[in-house]
T-cell receptor, first 109, second 115 residues
Framework: RKEVEQDPGPFNVPEGATVAFNCTYSNSASQSFFWYRQDCRKEPKLLMSVYSSGNEDGRFTAQLNRASQYISLLIRDSKLSDSATYLCVVPWGFQKLVFGTGTRLLVSP | DADVTQTPRNRITKTGKRIMLECSQTKGHDRMYWYRQDPGLGLQLIYYSFDVKDINKGEISDGYSVSRQAQAKFSLSLESAIPNQTALYFC??????????????FGPGTRLLVL
């Protein structure tokens, strides 16, 4: 298994839809996880952190399943402005973060 | 003003040339990183520095060198650029004192094209 794996998409959804992405990781020792958002040709920015079973922030919910070693990101009531690439990020030991290749989301009118 | 800045934002160079990418931050963070991003690949760590006297190689350091001139400045050099170093380069900072996990703050990126 790769260190961090994501479905590249793209996920094409209409406005108002609910969409979910999964990310699997291989390091069972990882304790914290992150979702970053990256707009086209721009820098990644932190969207959410996940330290325990999950985290919710408005329309965004991140969940962690340690037994199956995956984290998910759920976006409710999708907006056009949610169109971006979502990067799953997993700390690897003390020294680095491992970034997934990202899942691209396209929200259409 | 942006907390993490990178210069230049875009650069076209020729094979064999030496170039330097610069990163400055005003966040007061000790940790700084250089990544490259290629289409279809995740960000790959080139070098990282946990303080001014600490420099460490990342996954793909061959062909690159770095200099940590001060807490706020971390430069990446390509000693002799080659076409497969064409990529989008990001600098990032983090603060380990924020507790479990470390949010990384990225600069706007430098687009490098090596002909």
């Amino acid at each position: 298994r790769k260190e961090v794996e994501q479905d590249p998409g793209p996920f094409n959804v209409p406005e108002g839809a609910t969409v979910a992405f999964n990310c699997t990781y291989s390091n069972s020792a990882s304790q914290s996880f992150f979702w970053y958002r990256q707009d086209c040709r721009k820098e990644p920015k932190l969207l959410m952190s996940v330290y325990s079973s999950g985290n919710e922030d408005g329309r965004f919910t991140a969940q962690l399943n340690r037994a199956s070693q995956y984290i998910s990101l759920l976006i409710r009531d999708s907006k056009l402005s949610d169109s971006a690439t979502y990067l799953c990020v997993v700390p690897w030991g003390f020294q680095k973060l491992v970034f997934g290749t990202g899942t691209r989301l396209l929200v259409s009118p | 003003d942006a907390d993490v800045t990178q210069t230049p934002r875009n650069r076209i160079t020729k094979t064999g040339k030496r170039i330097m990418l610069e990163c400055s931050q005003t966040k007061g963070h000790d940790r700084m990183y250089w990544y490259r991003q290629d289409p279809g690949l995740g960000l790959q760590l080139i070098y990282y520095s946990f303080d001014v006297k600490d420099i460490n190689k990342g996954e793909i350091s061959d062909g690159y060198s770095v200099s940590r001139q001060a807490q706020a400045k971390f430069s990446l050099s390509l000693e002799s650029a080659i076409p497969n170093q064409t990529a989008l380069y990001f600098c990032a900072t983090s603060d380990p004192n924020k507790g479990a996990g470390e949010t990384q703050y990225f600069g706007p990126g430098t687009r490098l094209l090596v002909l």
